[in-house]
């Protein structure tokens, strides 16, 4: 099998008619930089926001023809919705939109894109001849009861780590239980869970997550080797978390969990934007300036009115396994400090464990391979905390608007 080159796919995208038949969507500068793992192109059409709706056939035309191609595998193609804002950066007042051009006519026998009436907004509360803006209600994710996002402000803290031990010890509490890894860079759960293997195409484009240990597991690692690097920008990383959430078949879950990527970047973001999280889990390890970066991770959540489940304590303090003296190599308490000074929940301390890295590496997280150890308790205790804050929150949210000042 011959690889398939992004020229070859170009080529064939420019056979693809772009929106009101003005010339095709590679030309038309649409089609975002191409990606191709295993013979399976990844790709995104940007379109603006409010066609967006209208245009889905764009869309479906473009993943057809991608797939139809000789040697490719699959193609995985999202929209990517455009909003234009206000003045640039340097105050420079950005050019004026040029007009719409007339449509061509169509060639024989071609079949126009479909068209969706546009919904007029629905009337927001208030005196007549006022309106006030009203963030849209995001939609959840079909059977899961509640979405709670991991996260940490910066790499080395051990998230990964503790949101598949979080994951596993909700289960072994009683839930039914998911996870979602989020890192597009640097995905993680198939080495953590030990799973390998693709995940099987239920219908369409909807996809069957792979299992682990009783999690029902979906990872862009499933869907790449491991050793391909992810060179993607924020778009596609927008439209590969979108797809992997809603795009799977994860049935009826108590909690799905979302192993979030260091830092506030784009995968934050989208989480806020496109479903309704029922709260976040922030990681921190004791030392100074990783709180320092904790605190960006809870003030960014607390901007975009994502609830704060509460701060979890990894790598407290280290218990030597020949004498069992205690050591406080990263200071000792600074998250619990930090929580109370915050008043965000504290939901544990995880000491540093041998146990704990070397199941993990292997494969058995330390709540699979020592149930019954002091280390599992602990995780078990945070889950239960985890899981009454959860209980707290009754009914939908309303996603937030995000705006930048």
């Known amino acids: 099998m011959a690889d398939v080159t992004k020229t070859e796919v170009l080529e064939q995208l420019r056979t693809v008619t772009g929106p009101d038949f003005n010339s095709n969507i590679v030309e038309l500068g649409l089609v975002s930089d191409i990606f191709i793992a295993d013979n399976k192109v990844f790709f995104s059409i940007t379109v603006p926001a409010e066609r967006a709706q209208e245009l889905e056939p764009l869309r479906s035309a473009a993943e057809r023809v991608v797939k139809a191609m000789p040697d490719v595998k699959g193609a995985v193609v999202a929209l990517t919705a455009e909003k234009r804002g206000g003045p640039t950066s340097d105050d420079a007042p950005r050019a004026a939109p040029a007009p719409r051009p007339a449509p061509r006519p169509a060639p024989a026998g071609a079949v126009p894109p479909q068209r969706v009436p546009a919904k007029a907004p629905p009337a927001a509360a208030g005196h007549a001849g006022h309106s006030h803006a009203a963030a849209p209600v995001k939609s959840g994710v079909p059977g899961v009861g509640a979405i709670i996002a991991v996260a940490s402000g910066k790499g080395g803290v051990g998230k990964s780590t503790t949101a598949v031990n979080l994951a596993l010890a909700l289960q072994a509490n009683g839930q039914r239980v998911g996870i979602l890894d989020a890192d597009i860079y640097g995905p ?25 240990y009783g999690l029902k597991v979906m990872s862009i690692g499933f869907l790449v080797d491991e050793e391909t690097p992810m060179i993607w920008r924020g778009p596609m990383v927008m439209s590969a978390l979108t797809q992997m959430l809603r795009e799977v078949q994860w049935g009826d879950l108590d909690v799905l969990v979302v192993d979030m990527p260091p830092g506030t970047g784009d995968a934050q973001l989208t989480m806020a934007q496109q479903v309704p999280l029922a709260g976040a889990v922030i990681v921190s390890t004791p030392q100074d300036l990783a709180l320092i970066d904790a605190r960006k991770g809870l003030n960014m959540f607390k901007k975009v009115d994502v609830p704060l489940l509460g701060i979890v304590e990894n790598m407290s303090y280290f218990i030597a396994p020949d004498t069992g003296a205690r050591y406080d190599i990263f200071g000792h308490g600074g998250a619990r400090k930090e929580a109370e000074r915050l008043g965000v929940p504290f939901l544990g301390e995880v000491p540093l464990v041998m146990e704990i890295r070397e199941m993990s590496d ?37 996603a937030p608007a995000i705006v930048f000042d």
């Open 188 to 212: 993680s759960m198939p080495r953590l869970l030990h799973i390998s293997g693709k995940p099987e195409v239920v219908s369409g484009r909807v996809l069957k997550p792979m299992e682990g």
């Open 362 to 398: 292997a494969g058995t997280p330390v709540v699979i391979s020592n149930p019954d150890g002091p280390q599992t308790r602990v995780y078990r205790e945070i889950a239960a905390k985890v899981w009454e804050q959860l209980k707290l929150a009754k009914g939908g949210r309303t």
